[in-house]
C-alpha cells in the first residue's frame, strides 16, 4: 500500500520544525516507516540549491525556478519512491510555500505559479498539510529569542511576512479538506495534542 505524504506548513518562526520529528516519532510508534525530509532540500543537490536560496539575492523567477528545480528532484529522488515502497514522508514544507512566499510575500504571477506546479508535482498533492498559523508578533519574538543569524527570507520586513501568513490562510481556506490550521501561539503539548487528533483521521 502506498504511504501518506505529510507537510509541515507556516510563517517563520510558528515553529513546526520542533514539530516535525516529534510526529515522525508518534507515526514510527504505530508500526510505520517514516522519512523526515525539508524543502528546499532534501537531496545533496536540493541542499545545495537550499544555501544559495537562502542567503544569495536573485530574481524572483529565478528564485522560484530554483525551489521547483529543488523540488523534482526531492519528489523524483526521495517522496515518490518512499511513498511507492509505503513509507510514509513527512517534510518541512513543501508547494505550498512557494505559493505563499514566492506568490504571497513577492507577488509572483499566479499563472506561473500554477504552470510549474503542474509540471512538476505531476498529480502529486500531501495527503494532509499541518500549517501552523500565529500572529506575527509571536513569531519575530520567537526568531529574536534564538538569537542566530537570519537567512534571506528571515530578514524581510513585517508586511512580507503578513501576505505570506494571509496568503496560507487563504489557502487553506480553498484547500480545506487537505490542509489544517493549528493555533502555533499555544504551548507544546497543547500542540501534540491536536496533532495526535488530527492524525487519528487519516
Ligand atoms: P525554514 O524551512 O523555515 O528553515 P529553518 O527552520 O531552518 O529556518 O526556511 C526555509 C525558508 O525558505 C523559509 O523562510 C521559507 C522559504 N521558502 C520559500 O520561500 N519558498 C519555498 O517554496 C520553500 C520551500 C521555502
Redesign the pocket.
Known sequence: MRGKFITFEGI?GAGK?SHVNWLADTLRQRGLTVQVT???GGTPLGEKLREL??NEPMHLETETLL?FAARREHIARVIEPALARGEWVVC???SD??WA??GGGRGLDKTKFLTLEHWVLDHLQPDLTLLFDLPLAVARERIALANRSL?R??QERADFHERVRQAYLDRAQHFAQRMRVINASRSLPEIQKTLEEIIKTI
Open positions: 517563520d520544525s525539508r524543502e528546499p536560496l537562502l525551489m518541512d514544507r513543501f510555500a512557494t512566499y514566492q537567512d527570507f528571515e
